[in-house]
């Protein structure tokens, strides 16, 4: 599953890239390694990568900002979020600007394992064949096993988070969709505080909607309860 693959890694702290280097390499990944967040971005920019795995806590540009840069260029390789910290807040924070996962340090190596492998198989949309779209709404496809939605002949260029928010809501044309349901079907948990990771998703995918100009299909809010997936006439 992960032979082959390449990985960046922004982390200040040299023992911990020691031990995911170590980890990765057993696993036959290609380790690329920046030890702040200017580094980061700028291999990030420059790099192909099929997962970053970036640290909160950097030198120059924290982890935060490097990953709502990289969301703002459009960038939708999958981000894991390493951190020290405990505090919801901070996982909260990195979700909402994009990140797709986030590990708590320490780690065990299998569970970082466990985590790329599955942020890398949701991103990888090339290891299907691809057959017919599960779903289709006039010119908009979505394929889910390959993580891939074309409107017309533009692909989406949604991050796994966005795409799954996406399929679920588009599964079920009509069917309004509660925040913490969102949270729950989409990351697998829920927050205890506030959070307006799922809104910021949304707002996200509305944008790259647009920009392929939609006009028939889109996520309508549902004032005090969610959102719903609706097909214009």
């Known amino acids: ?29 290609a380790v690329e390694v920046a030890h702040d967040g200017d580094a980061g971005l700028q291999k990030a920019r420059a790099g192909q990568y099929d997962l970053i795995l970036l640290d909160i806590m950097l030198p120059q540009q924290d982890g935060f900002e490097v990953c709502r840069q ?31 996962d986030y590990v708590t340090k320490p780690f065990s190596p299998r569970e970082l394992t466990a985590r790329c492998k599955a942020a890398m198989r949701r991103f990888d949309r090339s290891s299907t064949t691809q057959a ?4 289709q709404y006039g010119t908009l496809r979505i394929y889910p096993q390959q993580y891939k939605a074309q409107l017309g002949d533009v692909d989406l260029e949604l991050t796994p988070k966005e795409f799954e928010v996406f399929a679920l809501l588009a599964k ?24 307006r990771t799922v809104d910021e998703h949304v707002k996200r995918i509305r944008r790259k909607l647009k920009e392929v100009n939609c006009s028939h299909v889109g996520i309508k809010t549902i004032w005090g309860v969610g959102y719903q997936f609706e097909v214009q006439p």
């Open 1 to 29: 599953m992960l032979q082959g693959k390449k990985v960046l890694v922004v982390e200040d702290d040299q023992n911990v890239v020691e031990v995911i280097k170590a980890t990765l390499e057993l696993e036959s990944v």
């Open 70 to 100: 990289l969301r703002s260029e459009g960038c939708d390789v999958p981000i894991i979020m390493l951190t020290a910290k405990v505090e919801e807040v901070d996982k909260v924070l990195g979700l909402e600007l994009g990140a797709d």
């Open 132 to 135: 017919g779209p599960e779903l």
């Open 172 to 195: 079920h044309p009509g069917q309004t969709f509660t925040r913490d349901q969102i949270l729950d079907q989409v990351w697998g948990f829920e927050f205890t505080s506030e959070t």
